[in-house]
């Protein structure tokens, strides 16, 4: 059986910054494992622009992102081993792996796990009617049309707000195709602002919010689709029905983390971000086992991604150096109209000099105040003008402030 | 070319009749309208083999589930199909159902079934996500469960090695008599046989009335389902069900082969044989029926909605005849149709008395018996260290390798579309539906059959996932 220090379980950004910051504090014996032909992930197939603001200043594609990572891992000699999939891992952190060279279990010290997210289907979100060839979801789409170079559809509906249905509505168009619509269920959009103006807007695609799909018909290929606006609790309005003649319908409504793994080894997750319990060193309960990325909660930018990635890393040096001590923290939790906090636990409020928290809001507000409490005593509060539930907000708290911490932090929205 | 016997649809029912018959001297032709065998309502289905004991005495349906099912072990041993029993539950909740619940017990001991009556504590330890209002419980731990398509598909790659030939994308449009038999005029051209053997399903009715028989309208009662990914799979260790009344078994919760848990189905008739689309409301149906019975239902874990067709008539039993000379009529064959195939072609064998000598040899085995993913580490690795493309995992969720893909591409009656793959070895059943292996499975799909990737099809002709390739990558 190989044994490795620490094995890093996906080589896209949250992977690879992990593995970057492992190697650069002293931990050599490292293997990041990729199932797919290179390094960067999911990144590989967004040809866009618009990642790098935060790491880098500048906007670069999708591929120009990983590869400062991929050829930065290159030069610190960080082993990679790509077309690699795990097919298993346990919590005594010892993992099965397969590729074309054999298949084996690797026994390791520390794991990382940076498996990224899935999609959401039709299956998931229970679109009645047919099932006809040219429903896809956004992301598959996007592999066919960039990755592979195919045409998937030449008239083409959208369901779903999400950052890449809104891509895809430009990209469909940009490839010929006539994008007749996004259909959104929720009164606002799940992407970026300026996802709906560079993408829509421009193009003079409408958004149709509060609005579903309802039907689809046609076989064996997509003829029609329906939609239908949605009263307040979500439900469809006889009679609102629209009626598009498209062969395509792409679906954009969600993204879940890829944690088919982790419930095999066990490990429960969060009902809300449907990722494991984390500690601010993205830490899981059993220690030794870190997480970082999409596999943790859905980001919206990737440069938060690569922070995390960072994170889990610095964790898993401690962990690995034994410089961490007895966990004695506190849990937090996603107050009034927070949909949740990570960490979702802080277990060493004295080790550094703060801690960031990430959280998003159930729905959109202005003018709102996010309040910190310490139980029921307030200790922090910021003034935002506006909040949305596409972005992920963040607040830091001083190691002052945490050490007061005894029972549970909360974060809260408060309205004007 | 002329046939002894053609049996015209390759469902688990006319895959059972011809693995039967195979060891005959004759020949023997099986023709399906469909791309693939097993496509319609054998793939799509509860997938169960019931005990014997719902079906009324004195009925078809009683005699030949009870027999089938007890077939069942051997048969899927022989073909190298999945076979688990992993028991039924028939739930009773209200006091009403007392009568009825006292007649499954009476039914399955005048049967000699095995079954069991539990307390509701007992049977809570079993099964926590019974509901609270459970006042006792039927247990029959020989209910099983199987994977219909499998069943079929294994029993038809058995007959073919024993001569039977298969025409797939063969649609029967009229039958004529001739001195001989008959000459089915098919969109392949014209076929002649002797022997017609009619198990085409949901078709059976139109089939019928080719050569002049009356017979009862074939009513489409399509059920509908969810599907609940593995992560779920501890929900349910048996088939659980409510107590039947006369609308059908109910909304049931049915652990799978392949560890998923289905749930459903509802039974509604509708007009269109094809009409397999989802409603809303039948799907909120479900959501509310199963409740009777289970609580804790991880909705959130559902992956798939789908919608089979059950071919049912209007006087319930099953019809299977010889009406007229050379010609067999099997007609209604819905539940329990899975559990009795075995035991219907036996029954079509008595019925047609065929003068044709057994063949001194034929085989009973299915020799693709090779299961990759129930190695052993040791034995997977010297495996793909002689084979490496069966270490390149291809579907992530159900983890599928190459290797797997392209042998089933080239077995007897091997896959050719992304649907006849992910039947026989599962990428795209799992939690991202095919949205990450889809393309690869294209791939391989296109280079082992030399054809363009957007010949390659999702499942019959039309539903090609990709139009054209407008270039890119060089290798895609």
């Known amino acids: 059986m190989r044994k490795v220090t620490c094995v890093i379980i996906g080589g896209g950004s949250a992977g690879l910054a992990a593995a970057i910051e492992l190697k650069k504090n002293g931990i050599d014996d490292l293997l990041v494992l990729e199932k797919g032909p290179e390094v960067g992930g999911i990144l590989n197939q967004c040809i866009h622009n618009g990642f790098g603001l935060h790491e880098f200043k500048e906007e670069l594609s999708g591929p120009a992102y990983a590869e400062r990572f991929a050829l930065q891992a290159e030069e610190l000699g960080i082993p990679i081993e790509c077309n690699t999939t795990v097919t298993a891992f346990y919590p005594d952190k010892s993992i099965e792996v397969s590729n074309k060279n054999g298949y084996e279990v690797i026994q390791a010290d520390a794991v990382v796990l940076a498996m990224g997210c899935q999609e959401r289907t039709s299956g998931q979100i229970q679109i009645p009617g047919m099932r006809p060839q040219g429903v896809y979801t956004a992301g598959t789409a996007q592999r066919y049309v960039n990755i592979d170079g195919y045409q998937i559809g030449k008239r083409c509906f959208i369901?779903?707000?999400?950052?890449?249905?809104?891509?895809?509505?430009?990209?469909?168009?940009?490839?010929?195709?006539?994008?007749?619509?996004?259909?959104?269920l929720m009164p606002y959009s799940n992407g970026l602002q300026r996802n709906i103006v560079q993408c829509l807007k421009d193009y003079d695609i409408p958004l149709y919010l509060s609005h579903t799909v309802t039907n689809i018909e046609g076989y064996p290929r997509l003829q029609k689709v329906t939609i239908s606006e949605v009263d307040e609790n979500r439900q469809p309005i006889k009679g609102s029905e629209k009626v598009f003649e498209v062969d395509t319908l792409l679906l954009s409504v969600g993204l879940v983390p890829d944690n088919t793994l982790t419930v095999e080894a066990g490990i429960s997750l969060d009902a809300r971000t449907r990722g494991i319990e984390v500690n601010e060193y993205c830490e899981s309960i059993m220690p030794g086992v870190f997480a970082a990325g999409n596999v943790l909660h859905v980001h919206d930018l990737v440069d938060y991604v690569t922070a995390e990635g960072r994170k889990a890393g610095r964790g898993a040096v401690r962990y690995l150096k034994g410089e961490l001590p007895e966990r004695n923290g506190f849990v937090t939790k996603a107050g009034n109209g927070i949909s949740y906090v990570l960490p979702q636990r802080v277990d060493y409020p004295s080790e550094d000099e703060s801690v960031e928290f990430s959280f998003r809001v159930r729905s959109p507000y202005k003018n709102a105040s996010i309040v910190v409490k310490n139980g029921n005593e307030e200790v922090k509060r910021i003034k935002k003008l506006a909040l949305l539930p596409a972005e992920m907000e963040k607040v830091i708290l001083p190691k002052e402030v945490l050490t007061t911490i005894h029972d549970e932090l909360v974060i809260e929205v408060e309205e004007a | 070319?002329?046939?002894?016997?053609?049996?015209?649809?390759?469902?688990?029912?006319?895959?059972?009749?011809?693995?039967?018959?195979?060891?005959?001297?004759?020949?023997?032709?099986?023709?399906?309208?469909?791309?693939?065998?097993?496509?319609?309502?054998?793939?799509?289905?509860?997938?169960?083999?019931?005990?014997?004991?719902?079906?009324?005495?004195?009925?078809?349906?009683g005699k030949l589930n009870v027999l089938g099912s007890r077939m069942y072990p051997q048969l899927c041993k022989d073909i190298g199909a999945h076979y688990k029993p992993v028991g039924a539950f028939t739930v009773m909740h209200s006091k009403e159902q007392q009568a009825t619940f006292d007649a499954l017990v009476e039914r399955a001991k005048a049967r000699d079934i095995p079954y069991e009556v539990l307390s509701a504590e007992e049977a809570k330890k079993q099964e926590p996500n019974l509901t609270d209002e459970v006042i006792q419980v039927l247990s029959m731990p020989t209910t099983a469960i199987v994977i219909p398509w499998e069943v079929a598909l294994k029993q038809l790659q058995v007959a073919v090695l024993n001569g039977t030939e298969v025409k797939l994308n063969c649609e029967v449009q009229s039958i004529t008599p001739n001195e001989d038999g008959y000459t089915l005029h098919t969109n392949q051209g014209e076929i002649e046989t002797k022997i017609i053997i009619n198990s085409a399903g949901l078709y059976a009715d139109e089939v019928a009335r080719m050569v002049g028989l009356e017979v009862e309208d074939v009513i489409p009662r399509r059920g509908e389902y969810f599907v609940l990914s593995h992560d779920a799979k501890n929900f349910a260790h048996h088939i659980i069900y409510p107590i039947p009344t006369a609308k059908g078994k109910g909304i049931l919760a049915v652990p799978t082969v392949d560890e998923n848990i289905l749930l459903g189905p509802n039974a509604e008739g509708i007009e269109d044989?094809?009409?397999?689309?989802?409603?809303?409301?039948?799907?909120?149906?479900?959501?509310?029926?199963?409740?009777?019975?289970?609580?804790?239902?991880?909705?959130?874990?559902?992956?798939?909605?789908?919608?089979?067709?059950?071919?049912?008539?209007?006087?319930?039993?099953?019809?299977?005849?010889?009406?007229?000379?050379?010609?067999?009529?099997?007609?209604?064959?819905?539940?329990?149709?899975?559990?009795?195939?075995?035991?219907?072609?036996?029954?079509?064998?008595?019925?047609?008395?065929?003068?044709?000598?057994?063949?001194?040899?034929?085989?009973?085995?299915?020799?693709?018996?090779?299961?990759?993913?129930?190695?052993?580490?040791?034995?997977?690795?010297?495996?793909?260290?002689?084979?490496?493309?069966?270490?390149?995992?291809?579907?992530?969720?159900?983890?599928?390798?190459?290797g797997e893909i392209v042998a089933c591409i080239h077995e007897v009656l091997g896959a050719t579309s992304i649907k006849g793959v992910k039947k026989r070895v599962r990428p795209g059943m799992g939690k991202c539906q095919g949205g990450f292996c889809q393309p690869l499975v294209l791939e391989i799909l296109a280079r082992e059959l030399h054809c363009k990737p957007e010949e390659v099809q999702y499942d019959q002709l039309g539903t090609n996932p990709v139009l054209a390739w407008k270039g890119g990558r060089e290798d895609a």
């Open chain 1, 159 to 184: 369901l779903g707000s999400g950052d890449i249905g809104l891509i895809m509505a430009r990209r469909m168009t940009l490839e010929g195709a006539k994008v007749l619509g996004v259909a959104e």
């Open chain 2, 1 to 61: 070319m002329k046939y002894d016997i053609t049996i015209i649809g390759s469902g688990i029912i006319g895959s059972s009749i011809a693995y039967r018959l195979s060891k005959y001297d004759c020949s023997i032709l099986v023709v399906d309208k469909e791309n693939d065998v097993a496509n319609e309502v054998s793939m799509a289905n509860s997938a169960i083999v019931h005990a014997g004991h719902d079906p009324e005495e004195g009925t078809l349906k």
């Open chain 2, 273 to 402: 044989k094809q009409g397999v689309n989802t409603t809303i409301e039948g799907l909120n149906y479900i959501r509310k029926e199963l409740l009777t019975s289970v609580k804790n239902v991880p909705f959130y874990n559902i992956i798939r909605t789908f919608a089979g067709i059950r071919p049912s008539i209007a006087s319930k039993d099953f019809i299977i005849e010889k009406p007229i000379e050379n010609f067999i009529n099997l007609l209604g064959i819905d539940s329990p149709g899975i559990a009795s195939a075995p035991a219907i072609a036996e029954y079509v064998e008595e019925l047609l008395e065929l003068p044709y000598p057994i063949k001194e040899n034929y085989e009973t085995k299915n020799p693709y018996t090779f299961r990759f993913q129930e190695l052993s580490v040791e034995e997977k690795d010297a495996y793909i260290k002689e084979h490496p493309t069966y270490g390149n995992i291809v579907c992530r969720c159900e983890q599928v390798s190459e």
